[in-house]
């Protein structure tokens, strides 16, 4: 990155999110095109952890006091977590992950061999007890909405599943336009935040590590940095003023699976105990959102972009063509505003819409043939064209998530421009 893009200056400058003193600190709330991309990105995860076989759940974000003491966030991780509400005789906690649900709803069925893995997913709720002088913006947030997964699978398939896990990660990337900083082979220390139980290190950490080892990726290993259960391999971005962290992550659990008695029945219909992946694919959401802003300076992909189309009218005679336009773009999915010449001259309303991937100008010429003059983000100018050809053109680039704004464009430029 050549500029840094302070992500909470342009966040509320582009009207992404804000805050409030009676919310609270580390509470931002979403405006309605922060929301767009929150929703946008969430629908994106979704579908790929679909076509991936994951089966989404719901989990609730409260939970009793000794679900955590079973899986060991309350022994491990209660500095970080909220205090206990006393609720009709029990202490209840506002969840500080996942996976305990998980691995309760896992648990709320037989399963055999034949169904591993088994790869539950959730965009789901967490809190964190952050201290006051570590939130900030996006980053650092007290209610957390987590892209979280679980593999539930026999310790045979642990290094297969990984490695799909890591492609994910990999690929949304490129549709992100994310690039990560480095891969770290997260080990623990020999702090005390960890749990001792034998065994509970060594496979997992091999696993892991061949799993790097076989994807070709650079990695370090740094100590100190596990989940209190296990080791990951966690991916580390860096954003405009050189601050290093963890966006999404790869963690083999044996430990929970131990605590919670999960098994399944194997083909000698014995009870066996299964391997728990916990897999993210891009972290929570507002940490993605924060760092894809300085990323791109509010310029995010099309598909990603808040409005995906601007839509310029030369003037008021023009203004019926724009509105059918928008109407058509509507019906395609493909989020458009128009900005008339209420809005000021069109070398003013391209400035505004400088963010804006695609400007579609439409002057008399246009409105009369049934063409419009497309404007690409990056300073393109296209010849104008038949409104069904581009929108066709936007259309398949955004639904297959490219980073490109436009592709074999030579044709369309006019003899004066220069891609």
């Known amino acids: 990155m050549t500029t840094v893009h302070e992500h909470r200056r342009l966040g509320r400058e582009l009207g992404l ?9 580390g509470l931002p709330y979403w405006l309605p095109d922060g929301a767009t991309v929150r929703h946008t990105l969430e629908e994106y995860i979704r579908a790929v952890e679909r076509r991936a076989g994951y089966q989404h759940v719901y989990s609730p974000v409260l939970g009793k006091r000794e679900l955590y003491e079973i899986s060991g966030h309350w ?11 006393d609720l009709g005789g029990e202490q209840v906690v506002l969840r500080p992950s996942l996976c305990p649900h998980h691995a309760l709803i896992y648990r709320s069925r037989s399963h055999s061999y034949r169904e591993l ?10 809190y964190r007890s952050e201290l006051s002088g570590v939130l900030g913006g996006l ?6 909405q987590l892209n979280d997964a679980h593999v539930f699978c026999t310790p045979g398939q642990v290094a297969e599943e990984a490695q799909a896990a890591l492609r994910m990660i990999r690929r949304a990337y490129e549709a992100l336009g994310i690039t990560p900083t480095r891969y770290r ?14 065994g509970m290190w060594e496979r997992p950490t091999a696993l892991l590590t061949d799993v790097l080892d076989r994807s070709g990726l650079p990695y370090e290993a740094a100590g100190g940095e596990a989940a209190f259960y296990g080791p990951k391999i966690d991916v580390q971005v860096t954003d ?47 940490r993605a959102v924060a760092h894809l802003v300085e990323q791109h300076g509010g ?19 023009e203004l019926p063509d724009a509105t059918g336009l928008a109407r058509r773009c509507t019906r395609l999915g493909v989020r ?21 991937p695609y400007q579609a100008v439409i002057g008399a010429k246009e409105a009369a043939d049934g063409h419009v003059a497309l404007r690409l983000r990056d300073g393109r100018r296209l010849a104008p064209r038949p409104v069904s050809d581009v929108l066709t053109r936007i259309g398949a680039l955004i639904g297959a998530h490219s980073t490109d704004l436009w592709a074999d464009t030579a044709s369309w430029q006019r003899p004066d421009q220069q891609p």
Not at 117 to 126: I, N, S, T, V
Not at 185 to 198: E, M
Not at 299 to 317: E, R
């Open 185 to 198: 082979l997260s080990l623990p220390d020999s702090g005390g935040k960890y749990v001792t139980a034998p």
């Open 336 to 356: 458009t505003e128009i900005l008339g010449p209420d809005r000021g001259s069109l070398a003013a309303r391209v400035r505004q819409a400088r963010l804006v």
């Open 75 to 85: 022994a491990h991780y209660s500095d970080d977590m909220f205090p206990p509400m």
């Open 117 to 126: 893995p088994l790869r539950m997913a959730e965009l789901g709720g967490m």
């Open 139 to 144: 980053t650092r947030v007290r209610a957390i």
């Open 17 to 25: 999110f804000d805050t409030d003193p009676l919310i609270g600190a």
């Open 240 to 286: 405009g003023a050189g601050r290093e962290s963890t966006l999404s992550t790869v963690q083999v659990d044996f430990h929970q699976p131990e605590r919670f008695d999960l098994h399944y029945i194997g083909a000698d219909g014995a009870k066996h105990r299964p391997v728990m992946i916990h897999r993210s694919v891009i972290g929570s959401v507002e």
């Open 299 to 317: 310029a995010f992909p099309a598909w990603l972009a808040p409005t995906q189309l601007a839509v310029l009218p030369v003037s008021d005679t």
